[in-house]
Nanobody, 115 residues
Framework: QVQLVESGGGLVQAGGSLRLSCAAS????????MGWYRQIPGKQRELVAS???????NYADPVKGRFTISRDGAKNTVFLQMNSLKPEDTAVYYC?????????WGQGTQVTVSS
């Protein structure tokens, strides 16, 4: 069983930066994909960024050029560096991992961007 714990969320002004971390209780080396999603009340959870075991990354159009996903296998941690934040980035951000066709989720961390 893998547990994911997000941290790094908070309140920031527009144009600012935050770095989210997702610490896994077990090894993420077997995870085929790890990703960051976000959700605002009343809307579906949406993919923000993902990183495959090969290192290939994928980003949602609204965050391209501003967010960077990375993983540190030695520390079993995945990061999301968020720069040039906008009020529309306000959401609860969730970390996910796909391991042996099972999807694991963290509890989420709130990101609020003030204008």
């Amino acid at each position: 069983q893998v547990q994911l714990v997000e941290s790094g969320g908070g309140l920031v002004q527009a144009g600012g930066s935050l770095r989210l971390s997702c610490a896994a209780s077990g090894s993420i080396s077997s995870a085929s994909v790890m990703g960051w999603y976000r959700q605002i009340p009343g809307k579906q959870r949406e993919l923000v960024a993902s990183i495959r075991s090969t290192g290939n990354t994928n980003y949602a159009d609204p965050v391209k050029g501003r967010f960077t996903i990375s993983r540190d296998g030695a520390k079993n941690t995945v990061f999301l560096q968020m720069n040039s934040l906008k009020p529309e980035d306000t959401a609860v951000y969730y970390c996910s991992a796909v391991i042996a066709f099972n999807v694991y989720w963290g509890q989420g961390t709130q990101v609020t961007v003030s204008s």
